[in-house]
């Protein structure tokens, strides 16, 4: 299982939101190139790079901080989101590197878009799925829609994404716990790879998501325990390679 670093972009500097709560950060590093150094070297395999801003604004706005990481750390596998609204965001981020493109409001608000970039990108195209009371919400998680993440993530499985992530918006940023249930239900669900999302407090959140032995599971974000040195990125590999 991938344990992923995230790195959340706004205004260049590297945050971490409460609950996708743009009025609630922490500021953590005004260098995000430096933080993607510090958790390659602890033996991230992947970094989870999201362009806050662009989520907001629906088109990229962190993009030169992610295509100089593209650039430097090009043996990392990244995938990126925040703002990716059209055909030509997705180019321009592969283009520079980046391995998968993370589409989250247009996959609810335009499905036919993921089904396009699917077909013109195959096997470089993520959905972001993140829920709120079991609706998904949009537009950097500012507005909630009236769909649900199962029936979403049925319907995308038959475009040949790549894999889905799934948050629980309550939980992100807030040092929680995982929603392992609901993770595990729809890695269940779907044959396509779940990404565990929102809320992991402690290296135990790691060891009861290995415990669901639901091979579904590809992987999971990793957000303020790491930048609050609630887990060692090392100490929890180790324990995943175990596993």
């Given at each position: 299982?991938?344990?992923i670093p995230?790195?959340?972009?706004?205004?260049?500097?590297c945050?971490?939101?409460?609950?996708?709560?743009?009025?609630?950060?922490?500021?953590?590093?005004?260098?995000p190139i430096?933080?993607?150094?510090?958790w390659?070297?602890a033996?991230?395999?992947?970094?989870?790079?999201?362009d806050?801003?662009?989520?907001?604004?629906?088109s990229?706005?962190?993009?030169?901080?992610i295509?100089?990481?593209?650039?430097?750390?090009?043996?990392?596998?990244?995938?990126?989101?925040?703002?990716?609204?059209?055909?030509?965001?997705?180019?321009?981020?592969?283009?520079?590197?980046?391995?998968?493109?993370?589409?989250?409001?247009?996959?609810?608000?335009?499905?036919?878009?993921?089904?396009?970039?699917?077909?013109?990108?195959?096997g470089?195209?993520?959905?972001?799925?993140?829920?709120?009371?079991?609706?998904?919400?949009?537009a950097?998680?500012?507005?909630?829609?009236?769909?649900?993440?199962?029936?979403?993530a049925?319907?995308?499985?038959?475009?040949?994404?790549?894999a889905?992530?799934?948050?629980?918006?309550?939980r992100?940023?807030?040092?929680?716990?995982?929603n392992?249930?609901?993770?595990?239900?729809?890695?269940?669900?779907i044959?396509?790879?779940?990404?565990?999302?929102?809320?992991?407090?402690?290296?135990?959140?790691?060891?009861?998501?290995?415990?669901?032995?639901?091979?579904?599971?590809?992987?999971?974000?990793?957000?303020?325990?790491?930048?609050?040195?609630?887990?060692?990125?090392?100490e929890?590999?180790?324990?995943?390679?175990?596993?």
């Amino acid at each position: 299982m991938l344990l992923i670093p995230a790195i959340d972009l706004k205004q260049g500097k590297c945050v971490r939101l409460e609950q996708g709560d743009m009025k609630k950060e922490t500021v953590f590093s005004n260098n995000p190139i430096e933080i993607a150094e510090r958790w390659i070297s602890a033996g991230a395999k992947r970094l989870h790079i999201i362009d806050l801003d662009g989520a907001i604004e629906g088109s990229p706005i962190n993009i030169k901080i992610i295509e100089q990481i593209a650039a430097t750390y090009s043996n990392v596998t990244l995938q990126v989101g925040g703002g990716i609204r059209d055909e030509e965001t997705v180019q321009n981020y592969l283009d520079a590197g980046v391995k998968y493109t993370i589409i989250g409001t247009k996959a609810v608000t335009d499905p036919d878009f993921v089904s396009s970039q699917c077909a013109k990108f195959p096997g470089h195209i993520i959905v972001g799925l993140d829920a709120k009371n079991g609706k998904l919400a949009v537009a950097g998680w500012s507005k909630l829609s009236e769909y649900n993440a199962k029936d979403v993530a049925t319907h995308f499985e038959k475009d040949g994404i790549a894999a889905v992530i799934y948050t629980d918006i309550s939980r992100d940023g807030m040092m929680q716990g995982l929603n392992i249930p609901q993770t595990d239900l729809l890695a269940k669900s779907i044959n396509t790879p779940v990404i565990a999302s929102g809320g992991v407090n402690s290296i135990q959140d790691i060891k009861l998501l290995c415990e669901a032995n639901n091979p579904g599971i590809q992987g999971v974000i990793l957000g303020r325990s790491l930048y609050e040195n609630a887990i060692d990125l090392a100490e929890a590999q180790k324990l995943v390679d175990k596993q």
